[in-house]
């Protein structure tokens, strides 16, 4: 069979065709993809927005899981054809974020399938430091979705999340809808709000309070369900200037906003409302190891409803028709391209 790879060449335009892939380097990894799912990311590549920082042609692709198919040299304690997982960040190991411990915001990260070529090819080479194991009895399919988990987790982690919490989730897209989910493994009563009806009813079908805020009163609604306190804690994961002007408004005393999506200019936010409640805002990007390790066991333990999530398993010849129907707003939640 051809090795075969997806290229995109400029603003809507994908090509998927034979390719020969390079042999791993020292201190790198090959692995032959099994899955890669199609974020929001990719998305923004595919619609032009990201030209400046690709370098084209561009092979896009980060949620993946598959195995390793070689191993470059100074590496060890690999081996061929064991699962694996990638956490596609390369930090620079010298900045002060890096020094720190906190490598996942180093101030000259590259992301794998960004500012590198991705996962939506037949073999894939990564940093050593990059792959995480994967028991053998993970399910590949599921484990495609443990990048988009991962930061779920981060999210949660972050946002402190305690049994009990009454948690609003704004934006019920893919990493919303994980984050409602995480936040109910850990014992949190939550509520998602999303304008989106395909969205509102997959939320609901998984057992979620839901609310359409174009059509009904989310402050109100908030304060009917928390007997006026407000929310522990609020994810903005929209990234609309409507959720950026509410988000403090849900919140309690000394709660939290967690600020998950990409604005790509400054919103109107409510200050005052911070003051006058001693709110916390939080911003959270990407994840940690440990946001990882998490997200692997809760896909081994298959504590998620990820089949619930997983629209659609297309081939790779169809992943340029799967971004055109994702720009357009098709009833998908997550599509994997098996690659």
């Known amino acids: 069979m051809q090795d075969t790879a997806a290229f995109y060449t400029g603003k809507k335009d994908i090509a998927v065709t034979g390719y020969t892939p390079d042999p791993p380097k020292p201190y790198e990894v090959q692995v032959r993809p099994a899955f890669s799912g199609i974020c929001g990311t990719d998305l923004h590549i595919f619609n032009g927005a ?31 054809g064991q699962p694996v997982t990638v956490m596609p960040l390369a930090p620079c190991g010298k900045c002060r974020a890096c020094v720190d411990g906190l490598s996942h915001i180093c101030y000259h990260l590259q992301f794998l399938g960004i500012d590198t070529p991705g996962s939506f090819q037949s073999y894939w080479n990564v940093p050593a430091h990059s792959i995480h194991l994967l028991p053998r009895t993970a399910s590949l399919s599921h484990a495609a979705l443990i990048e988009p988990i991962a930061v779920a987790c981060h999210d949660v982690r972050l946002g402190e999340v305690q049994e009990g919490d009454k948690v609003v989730v704004l934006g019920c897209g893919p990493i919303g809808m994980l984050i409602a989910l995480v936040a109910k493994e850990n014992g949190a ?50 990234g609309s200037t409507a959720g950026a002007e509410v988000m403090t408004d849900l919140v ?21 409302r911070c003051f006058w409640r001693e709110i916390k805002i939080i911003g959270v990007r990407v994840y940690e190891t440990c946001d990882f390790s998490q997200a692997i066991r809760l896909v081994d333990e298959g504590s998620l409803p990820l089949d619930k999530l997983i629209s659609d398993i297309r081939p790779m010849h169809k992943l340029p028709e799967s971004f055109r ?6 009833d998908l939640m997550k599509v994997l391209i098996e690659v």
């Open 50 to 80: 990201m030209d400046q920082r690709v370098e084209l042609p561009h092979i896009m692709g980060h949620e993946m899981s598959g195995a390793v198919s070689a191993i470059g040299e100074n590496v060890a304690d690999l081996e061929i």
């Open 252 to 272: 309690c005393v000394r709660g939290a906003v967690v600020v998950v999506a990409i604005f790509g200019q400054p919103p109107p936010v409510d200050l005052f």
């Open 325 to 330: 129907e994702m720009s357009e707003g098709a």
């Open 189 to 238: 009563e939550v509520v998602v709000s999303e304008i989106n009806r395909f969205r509102l009813d997959l939320a609901s079908s998984l057992g979620f309070n839901v609310i359409n805020p174009t059509e009904d009163d989310l402050i109100q609604y908030v304060n009917n369900w928390t007997d006026g306190s407000g929310a522990d804690r609020v994810f903005e994961v929209s």
